[in-house]
Nanobody, 123 residues
Framework: QVQLVESGGGLVQAGGSLRLSCAASGRTVSGAAMAWFRQAPGKEREFVATINWSGSITYYTDSVKGRFTISRDNAKNTVYLEMNSLQPEDTAVYYC????????????????WGQGTQVTVSS
């Protein structure tokens, strides 16, 4: 089992930027697809972005395209989410997840999850 720990969340004004990190331990995630999901209060967890094992393929939900960038450093066993032009609607707890095989937007297919990091965007 892999352990995932997110960091980098915080409070930022609208238009600002944050960089989230997800550090993996227990076993390597270099062969796994990784993803970021988020959950706002009173809402279901939603897909944000995914990246394949090599970092050559990425996919984003429409609402973050052009603003967020997912990347990974397999040597450091870490995945990142660069978030720019943040808006109040981006406020949520952001979760990192890992799965074998290809990445997708379905939370139920991911078998390892972090504890989440809070991102709050003020208007």
């Amino acid at each position: 089992q892999v352990q995932l720990v997110e960091s980098g969340g915080g409070l930022v004004q609208a238009g600002g930027s944050l960089r989230l990190s997800c550090a993996a331990s227990g076993r390597t995630v270099s062969g796994a697809a990784m993803a970021w999901f988020r959950q706002a209060p009173g809402k279901e967890r939603e897909f944000v972005a995914t990246i394949n094992w090599s970092g050559s393929i990425t996919y984003y939900t429409d609402s973050v395209k052009g603003r967020f960038t997912i990347s990974r450093d397999n040597a450091k066993n870490t995945v990142y989410l660069e978030m720019n032009s943040l808006q109040p609607e981006d406020t949520a707890v952001y979760y990192c997840a890992a799965k074998k095989g290809a990445g997708n937007s379905l939370a139920r297919t991911y078998d390892s999850w972090g504890q989440g990091t809070q991102v709050t965007v003020s208007s």
